[in-house]
């Protein structure tokens, strides 16, 4: 026979461990204690004692009057108990905060967020991180303040938290308006964020590039089509390369859709230096010329990106590291075949994607 001799007279509170102590006949030593929540869920507890002693230690996760049997052998015994939500615990002031919002924060276009963190030491490392998945940034404390630049691609609200730890954190939502230039998240083709562990990468020139997948897409594809095609190039770059992530940046469909590739503000792998963006126009453009909705697209994409970059004079040669040619007199805005010996497209090819007329496009709108 089962005997309660301890159990809860109290409520207990949700997430709360307590006891249910009792006895029954010594014949039932070492077998399992089996128990029951709520008439529904079953599960198993500790075997019973040598002497028939038993002891179960329990947690409710939901408030409410429940009910947990427990049963040995062909017996069992209703324990109810009261569950009451968990105590509210004193609000605390956060030792990390946001300084006033930034106003009008458009996609497409960089800001600077800004806080406080208080008893921080100097150089300690936060992580700011967008609707609890997307990690932005890894600010450092610096005289009690911790700021980042952070763009965004997609418009609309986003929930944002800056974290020192899983007690430390302060959040804030912040309202991004729609941009001029309309790219496509990275949301829309994975959920897999790129490696956080991939190095930050600040910008120095952009290299052009085609996927050389075929075939090529038509203008009139649709967007599940092309949402395929980027899940196409990760595959080929991370398990045929082995790569951490997709190498470009940017692919330019020809449709004219932009489509968020690489984070970009870490460093890539499409041009073996990878100091700069890479923008690819999906397709193959060895022989063939990208589409009218491409060039537009490409014009106003690298327009963005020389302005968010400092890029003034997309045209002008200056110094650059190349992986096959050593140090070439290139312009700002360059291309695969610039810095490596290979059939993607470059100045000395570069009619295809129409590179020069780019560059002249660009400068001209700058």
Not at 97 to 116: D, S, T
């Amino acid at each position: 026979m089962i005997k309660v001799l301890q159990a809860p007279i109290d409520p207990v509170v949700v997430r709360q461990k307590f006891s249910i102590v009792g006895t029954t006949s010594p014949e039932n030593a070492g077998k399992a204690i089996g128990l029951t929540i709520d008439d529904q869920i079953k599960t198993s507890g500790p075997v019973v004692g040598a002497d028939g002693a038993w002891r179960v230690e329990f947690v409710f996760l939901q408030p409410g009057n429940r009910q947990l049997e427990v049963a040995i052998a062909n017996e069992s015994v209703d324990v109810p108990i009261e569950v009451v939500a968990e105590a509210v615990k004193p609000i605390i002031s956060p030792r990390l905060r946001f300084a006033p919002l930034p106003q009008n924060v458009r996609a497409e276009e960089a800001f600077i967020l800004r806080g406080f963190a208080d008893s921080y030491q100097e150089g300690d490392q936060l992580i700011l991180r967008a609707d609890k998945t997307i990690e932005l940034a890894r600010p450092r404390v610096q005289a009690g303040q911790w700021q980042a630049s952070l763009l965004f691609h997609g418009s609309g609200k986003r929930l944002i938290e800056i974290i020192g730890s899983d007690q430390d954190r302060a959040q804030t939502t912040l309202e991004v308006q729609p941009a001029a230039l309309q790219v496509l998240p990275r949301s829309i083709w994975t959920s897999k964020p790129t490696p956080s562990d991939v190095a930050n990468l600040q910008p120095r020139r952009i290299t052009m590039h085609h996927t050389f997948v075929s075939p090529t897409l038509s203008p009139s594809a649709n967007q599940s089509q092309e949402i395929q095609r980027m899940r196409q190039l990760w595959q080929s770059h991370v398990g045929g390369n082995g790569w951490s992530d997709i190498g470009y940046h940017y692919v330019i469909m020809p449709s004219g859709r932009i489509y968020e590739a690489r984070f970009e503000r870490k460093r890539g792998a499409h041009d073996v230096i990878n100091d700069g963006l890479g923008i690819a126009f999906d397709g193959v453009y060895t022989s063939a010329t990208i589409s009218p909705a491409q060039f537009q697209s490409a014009v106003a994409l690298c327009t963005t990106l020389c302005k968010r970059y400092g890029i003034d004079d997309p045209v002008k040669l200056v110094p650059t590291p190349t992986n096959t040619f050593g140090i070439r007199q290139l312009p700002r805005i360059c291309a695969h075949r610039d810095r490596v010996q290979t059939e993607c497209p470059g100045s000395g090819g570069g009619r295809t994607i129409r590179l020069e007329e780019i560059r002249q496009a660009v400068r001209q709108r700058l």
